[in-house]
């Protein structure tokens, strides 16, 4: 089972909002406000809409520290927004909820990118950038 009908309802959104995306191996890319925004198609459950921030950060050994208290700071204090390292060593912030079959993208959508962008935000105040 996969959440191809969220996937589904998020490209008639998009289309519909004027936004350009592409079909990836992982789910939907888009661009929203000059930032990259990824859906990814979970495939072990159907309810779960799942957008990712990547690459907002590179870690290295100077900053990893650094880096994992602001992560920790933003997961903490966003409920549904997690920031965290990848295994390549650069920072992702993800909104993850669950969704019903239907769920309202033209309230969900803005509010999850608003949260995404202030939740970069807060990471990059928290390492005084």
Same mark, same amino acid.
């Given at each position: ?7 589904? @309802?998020? =490209? ?8 350009? #995306? ?5 789910? @939907?890319? +888009?661009?929203?406000?000059? *930032?990259?925004? *990824? ?8 309810? =779960? +809409?799942?957008? =990712?921030? $990547? ?11 650094? %880096? ?12 549904? %927004?997690?920031? #965290? %390292?990848?295994?390549?060593?650069? %920072?992702?912030?993800? +909104?993850?909820? @669950?969704?019903?079959?239907? $769920?309202?993208?033209?309230? @969900?959508? $803005?509010?999850? =990118? ?12 928290? *390492?005084?950038?």
């Amino acid at each position: 089972m996969d959440n191809s009908n969220l996937k589904n @309802l998020l =490209i008639d959104f998009l289309a519909g909002e004027g936004y350009r #995306y592409k079909e990836t191996d992982f789910g @939907l890319e +888009f661009k929203s406000n000059g *930032l990259t925004i *990824l859906f990814i198609n979970s495939s072990n459950d159907e309810q =779960i +809409f799942q957008l =990712i921030l $990547p690459d907002i950060y590179e870690v290295n050994d100077d900053n990893e520290l650094a %880096v994992l208290q602001a992560t920790n700071k933003v997961t903490y204090g966003f409920k549904v %927004v997690k920031a #965290y %390292v990848t295994n390549s060593k650069s %920072v992702d912030v993800s +909104f993850q909820i @669950l969704a019903d079959s239907t $769920p309202e993208l033209n309230e @969900l959508l $803005p509010r999850a =990118i608003r949260m995404l962008e202030q939740a970069r935000e807060e990471f990059y105040r928290d *390492l005084g950038i």
